[in-house]
């Protein structure tokens, strides 16, 4: 992070709006108190990403507080995914949410449910970020690490009553999760015949293609990436990304919910407000004891399922129904791989660049305290602090996708 954070300053401009952050403020609806911006509302998401071993990662994006975002509408998001009868192939979020029953149903979902709102979803925040994964080189040749992102929504308390449903998206597919009590992993998801879900641990896995920008893969590179079972470049996310292997898309489609009982109150907020108090101390501290690091060689990371978790049991819920206040928010991450030490600056930049560009590509593009962005903020109100205080693809992974380079 040091190296990172350092190129970052060094260089200036839009690019000293950028910094490492181990917890990702990945928020639906930020509440505000006389007019300005507060650290909870009424769905607030804290993101963490780590390792299988339990390694703390982390993301470059902007201030977590007043946040860069970009506007879209639901119609310009595209997702890799599947339901019964369909190959997998790029869809719009727009068609997802209207079919979320059809999409979801592996998980549980009632066929007909529709998480779609025509008026709310032409406006969905979008938030761009990038990392760079330490990989080792194993046996295969090429360097890699499984991983996990970690949501931790402030306002649901119970796996009964969630306030979003969450898409976990790659190239692969689309696996259909939900907020529960305390912290959540996000897996990606494959199917068997007899209908068992199974959860695989997320990996990112070097390859010969540059930081920044698209994938375009030849037939020969994507025939032996499929025979691996192995993620290749598809549409994803918004038309400016072009094809990409090296994406990790979370949409967050929010849902109605239940006032709960309060207690251990604050707590959970408190340790929010001290994230970035906390978080500059570790930082200031590896300044002082850790020695130049050696420059690595980076790459656009393939993100593909991993090693297997567990057998899952499928959502709690079966006919959620959409919040009908709150807009869909897109969190799309950017995966390199760096190996045999840290990214070089000219990487750092490059990656920046990127996220830079897809910013400029959507309808609209500002920070969070903006007025327009008020219809993600909210007066913070009392029954937020009581939800927050209360809470201390359906395809196996060597499918190919259908019209992977047609926007939808």
Request: glycine share 10%; proline share 3%; hydrophobic share 35%.
């Amino acid at each position: 992070m040091k190296a990172i954070n350092e190129a970052c300053r060094s260089k200036g401009g839009h690019y000293a709006t950028y910094s490492c952050k181990v917890v990702s403020w990945d928020d639906v609806s930020r509440g505000t108190v006389g007019g300005s911006l507060s650290c909870w509302g009424a769905n607030i998401t804290d993101t963490y990403l780590k390792s299988k071993t339990g390694q703390r990662l982390f993301t470059v994006r902007s201030d977590n507080w007043n946040e860069k975002l970009g506007i879209v509408s639901a119609d310009e998001v595209a997702v890799v995914a599947s339901r019964t009868g369909v190959p997998l192939q790029p869809v719009t979020l727009r068609n997802v949410l209207q079919q979320m029953g059809a999409y979801g149903s592996y998980a549980g979902l009632e066929g007909q449910t529709d998480l779609s709102n025509a008026a709310l979803d032409a406006q969905c925040s979008i938030r761009f970020q990038t990392t760079f994964i330490p990989v080792e080189e194993s046996s295969g040749g090429r360097g890699k690490l499984e991983f996990a992102t970690e949501a931790y929504n402030y306002n649901t308390t119970s796996d009964s009553d969630p306030r979003n449903l969450v898409l976990l998206c790659t190239s692969q597919g689309m696996a259909v999760q939900q907020d529960g009590r305390g912290s959540k992993k996000l897996f990606h998801h494959a199917v068997e015949g007899d209908g068992k879900i199974h959860r695989y641990w997320l990996e990112a896995e070097e390859s010969f293609h540059k930081v920044g920008g698209e994938q375009r893969e030849s037939n020969q590179e994507r025939a032996a990436a499929l025979a691996r079972r192995r993620a290749t470049s598809s549409v994803i996310g918004v038309p400016a990304m072009g094809q990409r292997f090296n994406v990790l898309m979370t949409i967050q489609a929010n849902l109605g919910a239940n006032l709960k009982a309060m207690a251990e109150v604050f707590l959970r907020v408190i340790l929010r407000l001290l994230h970035l108090a906390v978080r500059g101390q570790c930082r200031s501290s590896a300044v002082r004891r850790s020695a130049p690091a050696p420059k690595g060689l980076s790459s656009a990371a393939r993100v593909s399922g991993g090693t297997e978790h567990d057998v899952w049991k499928g959502l709690s819920i079966k006919s959620p129904k959409r919040n009908g206040a709150e807009h869909v928010t897109v969190t799309i991450v950017i995966y390199n791989a760096v190996r045999g030490g840290v990214p070089t600056p000219e990487d750092v930049a490059a990656a920046i660049d990127d996220l830079e560009g897809l910013y400029r590509a959507c309808a609209d593009t500002g920070r969070l305290a903006d007025t327009k962005f008020d219809f993600m903020k909210e007066q913070l109100k009392v029954r937020d602090m009581v939800d927050i205080t209360t809470k201390v693809a359906f395809q196996p992974f060597g499918v190919d996708v259908l019209h992977y380079d047609v926007f939808p």
